[in-house]
């Protein structure tokens, strides 16, 4: 399994010693951790992609974060930002900016995805080293919180002086309503940066499975977040405390 890489490694964020609980007690641990710049793993829903991604909130996110997603979830890291910020950055879903036949923006697990503009921050090189999309990443959230602040002071032409695109790093688009309009990985790290006050930017990493290839089991993916001292959430815990 990709979650056993560096299994041994030593991983300290908020409440580490914490075992499983009751909803409320992973919740408060999410949030915990959150607060503090730590991930939290968490598994949607088995009728969705039931999926568990390692979240990390934005602005928290550094070389070694980005390491760990690397290593340990191995799926794809994006960047969520609220749909307001999305607004201000007149960022366009990536299906409606396409035209070309391919194109086919209807998943077996949701209405639609959440691709918008794949970027790098311009002072990057190549984009795609853990330097890299770390910059990007940090930038993407302190940008957010630019336009978070102040919508008409942080605009489109604002954005593209600071990123271009393609990029290695892909900004994800939250839905209008958040949790009451859409319950993805998108929405559930969303909701966690509002709880806690932090930039509305969200980095979420699928975890796989080594030896399948596959989404990481739940079961394999509490494990894994129990060994790490990282909270493990259900995405319906969350949905009940944050909608």
Do not use: K, Q
Not at 2 to 10: I, L, N, S, Y
Not at 38 to 62: K, L
Not at 142 to 164: I, M, S
Request: net charge negative; aromatic share 6%; glycine share 8%.
């Amino acid at each position: 399994m990709r979650a056993d890489v560096d299994a041994d490694a030593e991983v300290a964020p908020a409440d580490a010693d914490a075992g499983p609980g009751s909803d409320a007690d992973s919740v408060r641990r999410a949030l915990d951790a959150f607060r503090a710049g730590d991930p939290v793993c968490v598994h949607d829903f088995a009728d969705r992609e039931g999926e568990t991604d390692i979240i990390y909130p934005a602005g928290a996110v550094d070389e070694a974060a980005v390491a760990h997603m690397r290593n340990d979830a191995g799926g794809l890291i994006c960047v969520a930002v609220s749909d307001a910020v999305g607004d201000a950055f007149d960022l366009p879903f990536l299906a409606d900016a396409l035209d070309h036949p391919a194109v086919d923006d209807d998943p077996e697990y949701d209405d639609r995805s959440s691709f918008s503009l794949p970027v790098n921050h311009r002072e990057t090189f190549t984009g795609i080293t853990d330097e890299d999309r770390a910059l990007t990443i940090v930038e993407l959230a302190n940008a957010a919180a630019a336009a978070d602040a102040d919508p008409d002071a942080y605009g489109p032409e604002d954005f593209a002086a600071e990123f271009r695109a393609p990029g290695h790093v892909h900004v994800l688009r939250g839905a209008r309503d958040g949790l009451r309009g859409r319950t993805g990985h998108t929405e559930l790290g969303l909701a966690m940066a509002e709880a806690v006050d932090a930039a509305p930017a969200a980095v979420v990493c699928e975890m796989l499975d080594d030896e399948t290839g596959a989404a990481l089991a739940p079961a394999d993916a509490e494990a894994y977040a129990h060994r790490r001292g990282i909270p493990y959430v259900e995405g319906a815990a969350l949905v009940e405390a944050l909608e």
